[in-house]
C-alpha cells in the first residue's frame, strides 16, 4: 500500500506571494493533518481535517487555510508569505479519525520565503 | 494542552552501546507514538505505543500510562540510528485529534 504523498517537495516562493501544498492520504485513510514544523518552534499542528471538515485548527494566523475533499486528499495554502513561513509542511493520514489511530506521516514540503 | 517533555536534548553513543530515551506528559492521553526523523525529514513510525510494551527488532518502548512517561529503547546501537526521536501525544477525548510533539532527543552514534 502505497504511503502518504506530498507535492511538491520543495518550493521557493517570494514574501507576498501565495502557495499550495497538497497531501494524499494512504489509500481508505479519511482523516488528515497538516503540521508545521521550524528549528525555533519545533513540530506544531496547523489542522485536521475528516469528511472534508476541518475539525480542528492550532494557533495559527487565519493566513493558514486548508480542505479536504471527497477522495481524501487535502490542500492546505498559505496566503501572503511571510519570512517566518518557512518551514518544512507535514502531512499525517489516519485510518477513520473517530478514535486515537495511529498517524503515518509523508515525506513533507520544505517551503523556502525569500 | 497537553506539554511533552523529552530527555536528554542530545546523545553521543559509541556504536554498539544502548540508550534509553524518555517521555513524560503532563495528562492522560489515549494515542502515543514515537518516530525516527530521517536526514530527509520524514517522519518514521517506530511504535504506537498508549501503554504496554512492545518490541521491534533492536528496538523497544514502554509506556506505563498512569505515570504519564514513556521509554524507547535502543539495543545496540548503529550508525543509521542517529537522527532525531520524537515522542508525540494526544487525547481524543477531548475532542482533539492533533498529535502534541516534544522538542525530540538527537541522537548520534559514532563508528
Known amino acids: 500500500k502505497a504511503g502518504v504523498t506530498q507535492t511538491p517537495r520543495y518550493l521557493i516562493k517570494t514574501r507576498g506571494q501565495q502557495v499550495t501544498l497538497s497531501c494524499s492520504p494512504i489509500s481508505g485513510h479519511r482523516s488528515v493533518s497538516w503540521y508545521q514544523q521550524t528549528p525555533g518552534q519545533g513540530l506544531q499542528f496547523l489542522f485536521e481535517y475528516f469528511s472534508e471538515t476541518q475539525r480542528n485548527k492550532g494557533n495559527f494566523p487565519g493566513r493558514f487555510s486548508g480542505r479536504q475533499f471527497s477522495n481524501s486528499r487535502s490542500e492546505m495554502n498559505v496566503s501572503t508569505l511571510e519570512l517566518g513561513d518557512s518551514a518544512l509542511y507535514l502531512c499525517a493520514s489516519s485510518l477513520l479519525g473517530d478514535g486515537p489511530y495511529e498517524q503515518y506521516f509523508g515525506p513533507g514540503t520544505r517551503l523556502t520565503v525569500t | 494542552g497537553i506539554q511533552v517533555e523529552q530527555s536528554p536534548p542530545d546523545l553521543i553513543l559509541q556504536e554498539g552501546a544502548n540508550s534509553t530515551l524518555r517521555c513524560n506528559f503532563s495528562?492522560?492521553?489515549?494515542?502515543l507514538q514515537w518516530f525516527h526523523q530521517n536526514p530527509w525529514g520524514q517522519l518514521i513510525n517506530l511504535f504506537y505505543?498508549?501503554?504496554g510494551t512492545k518490541q521491534n527488532g533492536r528496538l523497544s518502548a514502554t509506556t506505563v500510562a498512569t505515570e504519564r512517561y514513556s521509554l524507547l529503547y535502543i539495543s545496540s546501537s548503529q550508525t543509521t540510528d542517529s537522527g532525531v526521536y520524537f515522542c508525540?501525544?494526544?487525547?481524543?477525548?477531548?475532542?482533539?485529534?492533533?498529535?502534541?510533539f516534544g522538542k525530540g532527543t538527537k541522537l548520534s552514534v559514532i563508528p
Open positions: 495528562d492522560s492521553v489515549n494515542n
Open positions: 508525540a501525544v494526544a487525547n481524543s477525548g477531548a475532542g482533539s485529534y492533533q498529535l502534541t
Open positions: 505505543i498508549p501503554s
